[in-house]
């Protein structure tokens, strides 16, 4: 099992860009797959964008594609959300979790604690 913790988020102007880490603890990351969601105050959490184990295959929610980048760096233990041209509806907490595969889990199991992503318009 490994721990998450996200970093990178902050107060940020429309049109602007941020880069959210998500550093996880333990040996097993190459096994997992790699997720970022968000919530907003008063909404369900939602997803954003996810990679597959080894960073070749990723998917995005449609309000993001285009405008965000996931990637990961397995030998960091480390996965990353590129953010451009950032929108007042971005706003949200944004959570790192992750789905271990290798252990045959079919959702993401372990989450982080979150980082606040603030666009002012």
């Known amino acids: 099992q490994v721990q998450l913790v996200e970093s990178g988020g902050g107060l940020v102007q429309a049109g602007g860009s941020l880069r959210l880490t998500c550093t996880a603890s333990?040996?097993?990351?190459?096994?997992?797959?790699m997720g970022w969601f968000r919530q907003a105050p008063g909404k369900e959490r939602e997803f954003v964008a996810a990679?597959?184990?080894?960073?070749?295959?990723?998917l995005y929610a449609d309000s993001v594609k285009g405008r965000f980048t996931i990637d990961r760096d397995n030998a960091k233990n480390t996965v990353y959300l590129q953010m451009n041209s950032l929108e007042f509806e971005d706003t949200a907490l944004y959570y790192c979790?992750?789905?271990?595969?290798?252990?045959?889990?079919?959702?993401?199991?372990?989450w982080g604690q979150g980082t606040q992503v603030t666009v002012s318009s």
């Open positions: 333990g040996s097993t990351f190459s096994s997992y797959a």
């Open positions: 979790a992750g789905q271990n595969v290798g252990a045959g889990e079919t959702k993401f199991g372990t």
């Open positions: 990679i597959n184990w080894s960073g070749d295959s990723t």
